[in-house]
Structure formats: C-alpha cells, structure tokens
Nanobody, 121 residues
Framework: QVQLVESGGRSVQAGGSMRLSCTAS????????MGWFRQAPGKEREFVAA????????LYAESVKGRFTISGDSAKNTVYLQMNSLKPEDTAVYYC??????????????WGQGTQVTVSS
C-alpha cells in the first residue's frame, strides 16, 4: 500500500515563505518521480513541480519558477516544496503525487490527501 502524507500547509501573508513536506511509504521510491500539484477553489488541479529521485531532473510550472523549489531527502523518503514570495493566487490545496518513469506534469499514479495553503493579501 503506497501512502503519501503531506504536511506544512498553513496561512501566511503575501510575500511570506512556507515549506511543504510529503513523506512516502509502502515501497522504495528511488526510481519514482515525485510531484506537487495544487487545486484552488473552483479551479482544476494544476501541476506545480516535479523531481526524480535518481538521475536528478526537475520541472516547474511557469507560474512558480524562481519562487518555488522542489527537493528531496531520500533517506527519509520525503520530498519538499519550498515556497517563497507567496502570492494570494498561490492559495490552494497542495497535493503530493508519485509516478514511475520520466519527470512529467501528468499521469501520476499515487496521490496524497492534500494540505491547505492560504495566502492573504
């Protein structure tokens, strides 16, 4: 049973920073790609960032490039999303996801339950 558990979401003022964590369990994730997605009220879920544990490689949505950084600690099976210069439009439920294969913005197999991020102006 694969489990992804997100944490770290909270309320913050615009311009602030926050780090989300996602801890994976249930199998060895060294060959997996880990991704972050978000869904704002009334909108579809959208890709935010992704990384591959082995061989490196990252991918970011244009809207977060230069502000968000995805990283991981393989010893802890935990992936992070460091979010800086937060904007009200970053408000959403953030989801962690995993897939095999190439770094991608789509077709993820496993999903967490999400963590709420609220950015006030």
């Amino acid at each position: 049973q694969v489990q992804l558990v997100e944490s770290g979401g909270r309320s913050v003022q615009a311009g602030g920073s926050m780090r989300l964590s996602c801890t994976a369990s249930g199998r060895t994730f060294s060959s997996y790609v880990m991704g972050w997605f978000r869904q704002a009220p009334g909108k579809e879920r959208e890709f935010v960032a992704a990384m591959r544990w082995s061989g490196g490689g990252t991918l970011y949505a244009e809207s977060v490039k230069g502000r968000f950084t995805i990283s991981g600690d393989s010893a802890k099976n935990t992936v992070y999303l460091q979010m800086n210069s937060l904007k009200p439009e970053d408000t959403a439920v953030y989801y962690c996801a995993a897939r095999r294969g190439m770094v991608s913005a789509s077709l993820y197999d496993y999903w967490g339950q999400g963590t709420q991020v609220t950015v006030s102006s």
